[in-house]
């Protein structure tokens, strides 16, 4: 399990943006986290990966903080950003390399994973391309070749779908929805709510750092007394208030 314990956090402590965030992933099911342009999202993910430091509260991997135990905490999991991060000296298939080494996956393994994740993506005729050479859309995928390569435990996503064309937004759906029957947790961030209600099984409603809303569909509509409506007009409702 992610687990997050009263979490105030931000970029200095004289200013919190995130403000006692209580929440959990457990194995096997996709959590989706929406929220307005500066809700919180992106620095309640950068907290979860260790990039900051909660001002209080505590964030554990299966019972570990990063602290007490950083090699196990990172090896568990895997990050795709919303704005893509490369190394231009190196090209697709030497990013892939890379984050192979990092986590230690093994020379068959590797192989296999990134030549499928490669053709579902239909990056093959740029494996041996630097990335300043892609589009946006195709510098996304580096990332999301990278993360998906490792099949770690737990997998934090921030707006993933940016950029991307149809048939690689059905790509990385197919992959969510695979990695989730094989355990894994996910936390996904994103503004497209109707694609969110149809692939996550829980939701958290950030407004101004705070939680107001979370569980599933249903538990979100009885709290708002509204037992019919979308995800979309439950997240207006919380927004709007």
Not at 200 to 217: E, H, S, V
Not at 226 to 233: A, G, H, K, N, V
Request: aromatic share 8%; with cysteine; net charge neutral.
């Amino acid at each position: 399990m992610l687990q997050v314990e009263k979490v105030t956090g931000g970029y200095s402590l004289s200013h919190a943006v995130i403000h006692q965030l209580t929440f959990s992933v457990t194995n096997a099911e996709i959590v989706g986290l929406i929220g307005l342009n500066g809700a919180g999202k992106s620095t309640t993910i950068k907290h979860i990966l260790g990039l900051m430091s909660p001002h209080t509260g505590t964030i554990k991997l299966d019972g570990n903080s990063l602290k007490e135990d950083t090699k196990s905490y990172r090896s568990k999991i895997a990050y795709i950003p919303e704005v893509p991060q490369f190394y231009e000296e190196l090209t697709l298939w030497e990013h892939l390399e890379l984050t192979a080494l990092a986590y230690q996956i093994p020379t068959e393994t590797f192989l296999s994973r990134a030549n499928d994740l490669l053709e579902l993506f239909r990056m093959q005729r740029a494996k041996k391309w630097f990335p300043n050479t892609f589009s946006k859309g195709m510098q996304q995928k580096i990332m999301i070749l990278c993360a998906f390569l490792v099949e770690a435990k737990y997998m934090v996503i921030d707006e993933p779908f940016v950029g991307l064309d149809p048939l690689a937004i059905q790509a990385i759906l197919q992959l969510l929805l695979e990695m989730k029957q094989k355990g894994m947790g996910i936390l996904l961030s994103t503004h497209i709510l109707s694609m969110a209600e149809k692939y996550c099984d829980r939701f958290l409603i950030l407004d101004q750092g705070r939680i107001k809303l979370a569980g599933t569909l249903q538990d979100i509509q009885l709290q708002l007394n509204q037992p019919s409506i979308s995800l979309e007009e439950c997240f207006y409702k919380v927004v709007n208030d």
